[in-house]
């Protein structure tokens, strides 16, 4: 595998249900991101982590819950989630630090996400 | 705050048409401008990288520009293939680990 990989690709899920996105980079990168991507607009940042560590909530409500066991995963659980969450959930990852580096991100390609 | 805005948000062009892409930008201390193509339903893909007035990168029949407050995206002789919706986003020094993303222009290369 390379890249930014993302799991399951699809996912139909009723209001009641609990599931778990999961994204994995290759790149050895030390930070790693969740988007959300609604028709019409902008990228919106949910979660950042650093060297594991969170340093972004951006304001997400908390039947979204992040988990990042190391550097390489990053996990979104979901629970009674909303038809208005229904989206593109992308994942992506960079390298932070080091001097003149706009540490661009690198994205997975997504999980497109049906909320019944 | 920082701020990005793409124009055109859509823009059909005949196969062989060039054009090119606006992204204005106010931030407190650029850091990077990042160009990204995105398909549909796909994640976006990384094109450049620009970090101060004056540079330019190119990739086959893409050239991106880039000024104190604008950048364009440049697109020569399009093929059918370049259509995609292409994003903007930028960095400041004073954001963090933010990186603020544009809605997006929406390419259609005709046949």
């Known amino acids: 595998e390379t890249g930014v990989t993302q799991t399951p690709r699809h996912l139909v899920m009723g209001m009641t249900n609990k599931k778990s996105l999961k994204c994995e980079q290759h790149l050895g990168h030390n930070a790693m991101y969740w988007y959300k991507q609604s028709a019409k607009k902008p990228l919106e940042l949910m979660f950042v982590?650093?060297?594991?560590?969170?340093?972004e909530n951006n304001s997400v409500p908390s039947r979204f819950s992040p988990e990042c066991p190391n550097s390489s995963h990053l996990f979104l659980h979901l629970h009674t989630l909303q038809p208005e969450d229904s989206a593109l959930y992308l994942c992506a990852s960079s390298q932070e630090g080091g001097q003149g580096a706009g540490n661009e991100q690198f994205f997975g390609p997504g999980t497109r996400l049906t909320v019944l | 705050e920082d701020q990005v805005t793409q124009s055109p948000e859509a823009l059909r062009l005949q196969e062989g048409e060039s054009s090119s892409l606006n992204c204005s930008y106010t931030?407190?201390?650029?850091?990077?401008l990042f160009w990204y193509r995105q398909d549909p339903g796909k994640g976006p893909e990384f094109l450049f990288t620009l970090y101060s007035a004056g540079e330019e990168k190119e990739k086959e029949r893409l050239k991106a520009t880039l000024t104190k407050k604008e950048s364009f995206l440049h697109i020569t002789a399009p093929k059918p293939e370049d259509s995609a919706t292409y994003l903007c986003?930028?960095?400041?020094?004073?954001?963090?680990?933010?990186?603020?993303f544009g809605s997006g222009t929406r390419l259609s290369i005709r046949p």
């Open positions: 982590y650093n060297f594991k560590e969170q340093t």
């Open positions: 986003a930028v960095r400041g020094y004073s954001s963090a680990s933010k990186i603020i």
């Open positions: 931030v407190s201390g650029l850091r990077g």
